[in-house]
């Protein structure tokens, strides 16, 4: 609960957020671009101890351009989540509550032509690639 509230407190100032990579307080930043890494972000310590994300976290292409982005909340996905072609134009972009997809998802193809909006989980397959439209 007490890191809940740190990483509400930490998203509300002006600018937090994933692309700003501000660790909530008690987490650190982890991680490093290619080609020396391919994420980063932030990681704490979950109520047993473990070593879990939480706050912004970035993946990127080996030629480093930004992959997707977005929160993590003890170890789930959380708030808004958006992924990118190699070449950086949008692929997709959606909210996730409690590690789950919810709402409506958008999705474009590489030429960044809007394909669709779905509901929740619908075309995901749960690590935020798409199943269907196209998408591998």
């Known amino acids: 609960m007490c890191l809940v509230l740190t990483l509400l407190l930490a998203l509300s100032a002006p600018g937090a957020g994933a ?3 501000r660790c909530p ?3 650190e930043f982890s991680g490093g671009m290619p080609p020396d890494g391919g994420e980063r972000g932030c990681s704490g310590r979950d109520k047993h101890g473990e070593t879990t994300r939480h706050g912004p976290w970035i993946t990127y292409y080996m030629n480093g351009s930004k992959e997707s982005a977005g929160d993590y909340v003890e170890g789930r996905r959380s708030g808004k989540w958006a992924w990118w072609y190699p070449d950086g134009r949008k692929r997709q972009e959606g909210q996730y509550f409690d590690g789950r997809p ?3 998802w958008v999705y474009w193809d590489e030429k960044g032509r ?5 509901e929740g989980a619908a075309g995901l397959d749960g690590l935020g690639k798409t199943l269907e439209k196209g998408f591998k």
């Open 114 to 118: 809007k394909l669709e909006n779905l």
């Open 102 to 104: 919810t709402g409506r």
């Open 19 to 21: 692309q700003e990579l």
């Open 25 to 27: 307080p008690g987490t």
